[in-house]
């Protein structure tokens, strides 16, 4: 499943940084603003350690995570809706990803510039939820000018439309960002068309010195950060950014040890991983068998037939039904064979909602 987080913020916070910890891509990193022209996409595994769970219970001869999709930005500066900086450019990029990491800077650090010469997390924040507001003013005015000629008109699409674009442009006037105005599941469908940039779901990243990082509740930056966040619903991951580009140069073993060391029981990073994936809607099944154990991504709410789909077309287009058990039944009968005589292993057909988790085996035919 092609879906993408795209990693945003001032310049010199620390994205690009954190981007090369993500995805040990090697983005440039510099201390001045738009060291980052393009936006840098790096594709990352998903941690998930049922994967090796399985992989200890069936001894495959290979094991495949699953992969989620970040996009590194360039910084975003005051003015940028009007082209600032490099502007509309970072907004075009903004616009194809699906979900909003804004990286905060909760660290001081002298040799490091700030962009505005102070740091201030929440007004970052709203610096750059203001040039996305704005973005998404022009974006929703130029709309207004068209579909209001045909809903003059009395066409009943174009009337729907219209109300739903006016309670938009109250909002962006109010400084509101699009996703806390409520729609109807119907009207939702109408504004999802419209690719506004702040209807994406957003979760925050506050990148803390290393001096903070085992006990972040200390930094008032970041207690800042998560009770903005709280009343925007929205999610905190605290990361130290410049030692998750540390950790990334090491293998499992030796990040085990680094973390015991610094007292951590998570890499920053792995939390974010999760929480991107979490924020999209995003769940994983397994495929387990002697030559694979394997993690797929799907949505919530997918049918049996379309996470078939998601290994291949023909699965969705010749399924028959699911051979499915529970993570959790499988790992307590410690065998396939022994869940199926414990009556654990369900066959399900077209209709079966596939449930996070889900080790599944698809019988079809084409």
Known sequence: MALTAGIVGLPNVGKSTLFNAITKAGAES???????????????????????????????????????????????????????GLGNKFLSHIRQVDAICQVVRCFADDNITHVSGKVDPIDDIETINLELILADLESVD????????MAKQKDKEAMVELEILEKLKEAFENDMPGRTVEFTDEQMKIVKGLHLLTTKPVLYVANVG?????????????????????????EVIVVCAKIESEIAEL???EKAMFLSELGIEES???????????????????????????????????????????????????????????????????????????????????????????????????
């Open 268 to 366: 920053g990073l792995d939390q974010l991983i999760r929480a991107a994936y979490n924020l999209l809607g995003l769940a994983t099944y397994f495929t387990a068998g002697v030559q694979e154990v394997r993690a797929w991504t799907f949505r919530l709410g997918m049918k049996a037939p379309q996470c078939a789909g998601v290994i291949h077309t023909d699965f969705e287009r010749g399924f028959i039904r699911a051979e499915t058990v529970s993570y959790d039944d499988l790992v307590a009968a410690e065998t396939m064979n022994a869940a199926k005589e414990a009556g654990k292993v369900r066959l399900e057909g077209k209709e079966y909602i596939v449930k996070d988790g889900d080790v599944i085996h698809f019988r079809f035919n084409v």
């Open 251 to 253: 293998d499992d073993e």
């Open 30 to 84: 510099a201390n001045y603003p738009f060291c980052t022209i393009d936006p840098n996409v790096g594709i990352v595994e998903v941690p998930d350690p049922r994967l090796n769970k399985l992989t200890e219970l069936v001894q495959p001869k290979k094991t495949v995570p699953t992969t989620f999709e970040f996009t590194d930005i360039a910084g975003i500066v005051k003015g940028a809706s009007k082209g600032e």
């Open 142 to 149: 130029k709309r207004i000018a068209r579909v209001g000629k």
């Open 210 to 234: 290393e001096d903070d990082i085992v006990d972040p509740s200390e930094n008032p930056y970041v207690q800042q950060v998560k009770e903005f966040a709280e009343k925007d619903k929205a």
